[in-house]
């Protein structure tokens, strides 16, 4: 038997709060005049049970359908209690699979109507269903069958918006800009039609202009859990104009606006193009990292492992001769944490100054050797990565490799073919980095004092040897060893003052737009 949860995930039916209901009105009056009732028309083609249209005035401009005969019975029945609507104007309707024909004949005359229909606002919550979830991405779950596949509009306009086609909510998008062509749209989204990497071609597509808008927290919303922003944005379909960037003001859960964030349709090459012309695969790999889609949402996914993982995804193969490359990847996106803002915000194609700055370079070094997401381990092969020496730690035995170690202080020979030569002198670090090297190399040390260890164990190695694993073999997040968390409790801390400062190099070469 199908769950109620999933029956609402594929129908769209996260019923918008009633806060943000009265503020989309507001921002509509603001946009539109504060007599727009009165001289616009409104249709909510994804009603639901009508909560939408709560607080709206003139109940004769007013067109509501929904797909469930129950949900128009419900909205029927808030009309015998004094809702503000007209039951004429209440019907089903499957918005993606119906034709117009089948609209009240009030409504097809406001749609057929050239100059009524500049009059017409489509004022929608619809569904955020996708056929592919998080828990698909992860391995966890399964594609929702049929979510947007068993719609018309899917097959109609596949070729026209491309990837963008397997979510409903810009199904509805599409149908409503081409068919109810110079209407108004105004509409609560996630904002991954504006920024996106899988809607370019929508974006092509859909050439509005925007007028105004607000985004609030996801899970401010019935139903929805997410750490995203989910956006009320008002466009004009009558005059086309390219998406490049849109700015919507920030609302908390208290309805304060904090600010303004702007949202980029238009935008340089992903970071994953650029770490793409690095990944030479010559040479034997001494590690491999996932390439995961170039956002904060899927920064969960990064990680640097001795082999290759099973993911559909590039595996970056690191060499001596892009080792600067890869932890300048994986640190841009590791030192910036997930917030509900930020969530889809795209890595990029830095500028070149990158490349002349060493010590943003070094740090990026430092910062990839100790953070928790570096998941080499002695357990699958050789660890190339041990930041130090033997002596340095007062090692156990000799380790297998010294690469790293070797790497740092300038002692590798170039073979005259590397894209980058090795530098052969010792690398300079910053003050923060070098706080993170001295706290890791305590922590190192106090490993190599216990008994019965891996003598080529990497920083992962160690955690798991103090921290342990639960039944279903994940990490635990504590050690029972309170020097040990003592000394990894440092180590992170200092991680962080050296993430600060790699933030603002983001930023400046272009990593991210603010």
Not at 459 to 479: E, H, P, T, V, W
Request: with cysteine.
């Amino acid at each position: 038997m199908v769950s109620s949860r999933i029956l609402r995930e594929e129908k769209g039916a996260f019923y918008t709060p009633q806060i943000w209901v009265e503020l989309s009105q507001k921002y509509l009056a603001d946009v539109l005049g504060e007599d727009w009732q009165d001289e616009y028309y409104i249709w909510d083609c994804a009603a639901g049970t009508g909560n939408l249209l709560a607080g709206l005035t003139n109940k004769y401009n007013i067109w509501a359908s929904t797909l469930d005969r129950q949900d128009v019975d419900v909205i029927k029945d808030r009309i015998q209690n004094e809702a503000n609507l007209l039951e004429s104007h209440v019907f089903q309707f499957d918005f993606l699979n119906d034709d117009f024909s089948k609209l009240p004949e009030g409504l097809q005359k406001i749609i057929n109507d050239a100059e009524k229909r500049k009059k017409l606002v489509i004022y929608i919550n619809p569904p955020y269903a996708e056929a592919t979830t998080a828990r698909t991405i992860a391995g966890t779950g399964e594609n929702k069958t049929g979510v947007s596949t068993k719609h018309k509009m899917n097959q109609l306009y596949k070729d026209k918006i491309g990837s963008a086609s397997n979510e409903v909510f810009a199904l509805f998008m599409t149908k409503i800009y081409d068919k109810i062509p110079d209407a108004k749209l105004a509409q609560f989204s996630k904002l991954k039609f504006v920024q996106g990497t899988n809607f370019s071609k929508f974006r092509n597509f859909f050439q509005a202009k925007y007028l105004n808008g607000f985004i609030v927290r996801a899970n401010t919303f019935d139903n929805v859990k997410g750490n995203f922003p989910i956006g009320f944005t008002v466009w004009d379909l009558s005059q086309k104009e390219q998406m490049k960037s849109i700015r919507c003001a920030i609302i908390e859960p208290d309805g304060k606006k904090i600010g303004q964030k702007k949202f980029y349709g238009k935008l340089p090459q992903s970071i994953n193009r650029w770490i793409k012309s690095f990944d030479t695969k010559n040479g034997k790999a001494i590690a491999f990292m996932e390439n995961p889609a170039p956002d904060f949402q899927n920064n969960k996914f990064l990680n640097i492992t001795t082999l290759v993982g099973t993911r559909h995804v590039n595996y970056y193969a690191f060499t001596p001769e892009n080792i600067f490359e890869g932890c300048i990847y994986f640190s841009v996106r590791q030192a910036i944490s997930q917030t509900w803002l930020n969530d889809r915000d795209q890595f990029l194609t830095p500028n070149k100054k990158w490349e002349k700055d060493t010590s943003f370079q070094n740090d990026c070094l430092a910062f990839t050797l100790f953070h928790g997401q570096n998941r080499i381990s002695a357990e699958d092969g050789t660890n190339h990565w041990i930041p130090f020496s033997e002596s340095e730690i007062d090692a156990k035995d000799k380790f297998e490799s010294n690469f790293m170690s070797k790497f740092i202080a300038g002692k590798l020979k170039s073979n005259g073919s590397l894209i980058h030569k090795l530098r052969t002198t010792p690398l300079a670090f910053s003050e923060e980095a070098k706080a993170v090297f001295e706290a890791g190399k305590i922590l190192w040390i106090y490993y190599h004092q216990q008994e019965d260890i891996n003598v080529n164990a990497s920083l992962y190695d160690i955690r798991a040897c103090f921290q342990g694993r639960n039944a279903k073999g994940r990490m635990n997040s504590k050690s029972k060893d309170k020097k040990y968390m003592k000394l990894i409790d440092n180590l992170r801390n200092k991680l962080k003052i050296l993430a600060k400062k790699i933030e603002a190099k983001v930023y400046e070469y272009g990593f991210l737009k603010t």
